[in-house]
């Protein structure tokens, strides 16, 4: 502990002549009285020592938090909103399937063109000896010479809505449903007990976080977590229903919508995994939402079996703000890819 | 009940330091360094957690929050352990006291502390010798209270490390980013704002002292 007086420790010409607050105020230093006002304070701070009891929770909070074992998991990566379906997207779809069907009508005639215009020694030996692929001298030729096969790939945003059916027996967190839960989890040391608020807002499940709060939502709810007092203050009573399948190796996507009211989430992370809390995760994705509604869509491929997979967020509101935010989620889908 | 799905999602996110770390370096770590760490752990809560008490409380945080507060520095400097140097461990507890309480008062929208209750609740503080040191006290601390609310956040954190704490201003700056000249000038600041409330005071008391 330093006993430098602190007339000493800020003396005004240790102070540089420039600086974002260089002080407009005078008077940094001292009246001999109130210098030894704040000596005599400071010296019984000193000697102030916390309660006992807070020392003790303190210690026990810190061992704890020590000893709080670093399990990994896969570091989620960031989604990317897919927009919904507008007209300028349809005026790219049409344009882009007559330009398609041009190419298509067109191949013959380009091939030929083509054939005539390249001399033999620009010609690659496939050419040459007539070794096509399957797709044809036109195909090959075409990959050689337009610029329309080489293209990008298109985007997430720009990828076509799913088709196939969703693998959920029902839509998870309806307001119907009876199979899921979202609880206030703002001590994670512990397992969830206390049900959170929860609302809907046009068929999607909202709920409120006040500030640090942290809330776990998980459709199936497992029910060896369904205590009575739960079950008794739940806003659905609990009822099973069947979990999803699913296989390794297989490509799923799971698509919902997002958003928020008010101020945004410190941070929302959803993903699929084993419907028995913890909830371990097949996959999960940060999900950075907005205020409006966004479709998001999480692609992976399941790296093992799993017979009872459900579909599980978590939220919170840990970044200071002191309204509250509301997160909406709505149309979850599984589906195979 | 300790649940394993903390670290489950936690790691999805909420421990920005374990991503990018590999599930084998972390099992490597030798059982050994468990014992080491919660070694240096009792030890920095034995030396540190009354600074850390006081400095929670002269910045703004009620008595009935204190604990949390205390806790969840504890939390961040056992977080960030490895990366605190054993000599720098006070800065940056204090440093970091600083940083909770300004966002627990502004999470929580809390009021400054009322200066007779914060200061009542001194649990162990050292003891007068009479009624009127005792008295003389707590006039003392009532000042250095009100100065401290009337000081902006920034003075206030800066005056309760530099003056109160006696933090230097390089450790300062280090913690929280600034430079030394911008710690200099909000100490400078808040000691003109301490200078005229004691000022204020004692004017009241000489018009007092005559009236009476």
Known sequence: MSSTPHRDRLAPSSLPASGEEQGSEQGAELSGSAAALLARVRQRRQEEKAPDGLRQRALARALAEAHRPAVLAMPAPALVPVARPTARALVRGVAALALGLGVVLGAPVAMHEIEQRVSPEAVSPEVATGNWQASGPAGELLSKHSPLFRLPLLPLSEAPRELAPSLFAEQPFAQESGSWQVRLWNDPTVEPETPAKVQFENGALCVPLAAGDRVLGGWPWPHNLASAQLQATAPVAAAPVAAVRLQQGRAYRLSFQAWARGPLPSQVLLGVGHKQFPFVAAAAARVQVSRSPEAFALDFVAARDDDAAGVAFLATNIAGHADPTRLCLRELRLSER | ?212
């Open chain 2, 1 to 212: 009940m300790r649940s394993n799905a903390v670290s489950d999602w936690s790691a999805s996110g909420l421990e920005p330091e374990l991503a990018g770390r590999s599930a084998d370096a972390l099992d490597a770590a030798p059982a050994a360094q468990g014992g080491a760490r919660s070694a240096r752990v009792e030890q920095i809560v034995a030396r540190h957690v009354d600074a850390i008490w006081r400095t929670a409380r002269e910045l703004g945080i009620l008595p009935r929050d204190l604990d949390d507060v205390v806790q969840e520095v504890l939390v961040v400097c056992v977080r960030r352990l490895s990366d605190i140097e054993p000599e720098r461990e006070r800065a940056f507890l204090l440093a970091t006291t600083s940083r909770v309480a300004a966002n627990w008062r502004r999470t929580r929208r809390r009021r400054p502390a009322d200066p007779v209750d914060s200061f009542d609740e001194i649990p162990e503080g050292p003891r007068a010798r009479g009624p009127a040191e005792a008295l003389e006290r707590k006039r003392e601390l009532e000042l250095v209270q009100a100065a401290l609310d009337e000081m902006n956040e920034q003075q206030r954190e800066v005056f309760t490390l530099f003056e109160l704490e006696e933090l230097t201003a390089r450790e300062i700056a280090e913690q929280l980013g600034l430079s030394e000249s911008v710690v200099f000038a909000r100490a400078q600041r808040a000691r003109a704002v301490f200078q005229r409330c004691l000022s204020r005071a004692e004017a009241r008391t000489d018009v007092n002292g005559r009236r009476g």
